[in-house]
Structure formats: C-alpha cells, structure tokens
C-alpha cells in the first residue's frame, strides 16, 4: 500500500487507537511491541534498526526491542475498522474508496494507474497510465509477436528441459562408467601384483638353478682334473669318468629344467607386458 497514491476523505474522524504512535497515521500491517505500543510495522521495524531496538513510541524507556519480539495485531474487528476507513485516490480523484480495497482499485480500476504493458514478459518496456494502455497494446510489437516469441520461448524451455536431462544422463553414465572403471583397474592391480609375485618366484627358481649349475660345473671340472692326474690308474680312471657321464647327463637334466623355466619366464613376462598394454 503506498500512501502517496491516496489520502484520507476524514482524517480527524478516525479513531485515535488506530493510529501508528511514530508516524501519526492509521495503522499499516500493525505490530504490537512487549511494551504495549502499536506501530505501522514499517515504522517500527526501521526505528528498531536505527537506534538499536529501542521503541519508537516517545518517552517510552525500552531499548530492547528485536524484531522477533514484534507481535502482530489479529483482532479482526481492528483489522476491518482499518480496512474501512476511507481514502481518495489522488491518481484518477476517486473518493469514499475503502482503503482496504485500494490496492484493488489501483491495479484494477483506477484509469490513471501507471502500470506496466501486458507484453513486459516479452521485454517491452513500455510504462503509462491503465487509461493509455489499450492504446499502446494495438501497437505494441511485443504484443503483435506474442504468438511467434511464445512459440520460441517454448521451444527454448524444451531445449533447456531436455539439455537438463541429457546433462543428468551424462552425469549418471560419467559416474557409471567411473565406478566401472575404478573396479577394472582394481582388479588390474590384483592381476599384476600377483603376476608380479609369480615372476618373483619364477626368478628365484632361476638362480638356485643357475647356482646348482654351477656348483656341478665346478665339481666336474674338479673331476676331470683328478682323471688327469690319475690317468695311470685305469680303474680309477673308468670310475671317475662315469661319475662325470652322470654328472654331464645331470648338468643336461639341469639344464634342460633350467631352459624351460626361463621359456615359462618368458611367457609370463609377454603376458604381462601385453596385459599392461591393452588397459594402459
């Protein structure tokens, strides 16, 4: 409710209960405060953040006011005497309009409103009186465009609905996919640890084999070299040599073994390597 647009037909006739204590007018949306004053609520509520909560009624001593502690007024016999009073319109010079149905009066009625074009939705910026309006609105381009801007305003939410969606679908496929994504690479790193465990195996294996090897190496050369020193004793000669056919066709045996565990290292190190490959 503004007051500029209207005033009271009979001012000194009203009530003086119904009278804001600050501003000295008929009370708007009326607040009482813990200290039994009544006030517009505007008005109080500005006091009150003015000077701290202190109330806006003149020699009265509380300064703890919080607009929380505002009541409002509901009697609805106070209400209606408020609604009643009459008012003129200063715009169109209307009078004996209840000023409870002014606001009525003022977007509806009154021919000297400024009001807004119909077509303000549409950007037109067009403002003058309700009288004017009529007029305007048969040369409004906004309002003459209403059926294709309509049109393309519905359009354009319908893109924007179903962007909205798609944008939800993606979000939901993206964390989808991720999960997805996070469980392969789990169980990538499981492959490889245990990959890596059996290549680690497979490497100690090697070199106990490659130590058994050479251990025998030793211990035939060390044979062959007791064979040359007791070349003149056949018998011993015969004996050591067959130690050494044993211990060649053990060395063969070994290195037979040796020879596949490597060729098995081999496999498991192309399958690793491809493995890793493919997923990275």
């Given at each position: 409710?503004?007051?500029?647009?209207?005033?009271?037909?009979?001012?000194?006739?009203?009530?003086?209960?119904?009278?804001?204590?600050?501003?000295?007018?008929?009370?708007?949306?009326?607040?009482?405060?813990?200290?039994?004053?009544?006030?517009?609520?505007?008005?109080?509520?500005?006091?009150?953040?003015?000077?701290?909560?202190?109330?806006?009624?003149?020699?009265?001593?509380?300064?703890?006011?919080?607009?929380?502690?505002?009541?409002?007024?509901?009697?609805?016999?106070?209400?209606?005497?408020?609604?009643?009073?009459?008012?003129?319109?200063l715009n169109c010079g209307a009078s004996n309009?209840?000023?409870?149905?002014?606001?009525?009066?003022?977007?509806?009625?009154?021919p000297k409103a400024t009001v807004s074009c119909?077509?303000?939705?549409?950007?037109?910026?067009?403002?003058?009186?309700?009288?004017?309006?009529?007029?305007?609105?048969?040369?409004?381009?906004?309002?003459?465009?209403?059926?294709?801007?309509?049109?393309?305003?519905?359009?354009?939410?319908?893109?924007?609905?179903?962007?909205?969606?798609?944008?939800?679908?993606?979000?939901?496929?993206?964390?989808?996919?991720?999960?997805?994504?996070?469980?392969?690479?789990?169980?990538?790193?499981?492959?490889?640890?245990?990959?890596?465990?059996?290549?680690?195996?497979?490497?100690?294996?090697?070199?106990?084999?490659?130590?058994?090897?050479?251990?025998?190496?030793?211990?035939?050369?060390?044979?062959?070299?007791?064979?040359?020193?007791?070349?003149?004793?056949?018998?011993?000669?015969?004996?050591?040599?067959?130690?050494?056919?044993?211990?060649?066709?053990?060395?063969?045996?070994?290195?037979?073994?040796?020879?596949?565990r490597r060729g098995l290292f081999d496999v498991?190190?192309?399958?690793?390597?491809?493995?890793?490959?493919?997923?990275?």
């Amino acid at each position: 409710m503004n007051h500029a647009d209207f005033e009271y037909i009979d001012k000194s006739g009203i009530d003086k209960d119904l009278y804001c204590d600050f501003c000295a007018n008929p009370l708007v949306d009326p607040v009482s405060t813990p200290c039994r004053h009544t006030f517009c609520r505007r008005c109080i509520e500005t006091k009150i953040n003015k000077t701290g909560g202190a109330c806006a009624k003149s020699k009265c001593k509380n300064k703890s006011i919080a607009l929380e502690d505002l009541t409002p007024v509901t009697e609805r016999i106070v209400l209606n005497m408020l609604d009643r009073i009459l008012v003129k319109c200063l715009n169109c010079g209307a009078s004996n309009i209840q000023r409870g149905a002014f606001d009525k009066h003022a977007t509806k009625f009154c021919p000297k409103a400024t009001v807004s074009c119909s077509a303000v939705d549409l950007k037109c910026s067009w403002t003058g009186t309700s009288d004017q309006l009529k007029q305007h609105r048969h040369v409004c381009s906004y309002e003459h465009l209403r059926p294709i801007l309509s049109e393309i305003i519905h359009e354009n939410q319908q893109f924007k609905d179903e962007l909205h969606h798609r944008s939800e679908q993606c979000s939901t496929n993206h964390c989808l996919q991720m999960k997805q994504l996070q469980e392969v690479n789990q169980c990538l790193n499981m492959n490889v640890n245990q990959i890596n465990e059996i290549l680690a195996e497979q490497v100690n294996q090697l070199t106990s084999l490659q130590n058994e090897i050479q251990q025998l190496k030793e211990l035939t050369m060390h044979n062959r070299t007791q064979i040359q020193e007791l070349q003149h004793e056949k018998s011993k000669i015969r004996r050591i040599d067959e130690r050494c056919s044993k211990n060649d066709i053990q060395i063969h045996h070994l290195i037979d073994k040796l020879n596949q565990r490597r060729g098995l290292f081999d496999v498991l190190t192309r399958y690793l390597f491809i493995y890793l490959s493919f997923f990275f």
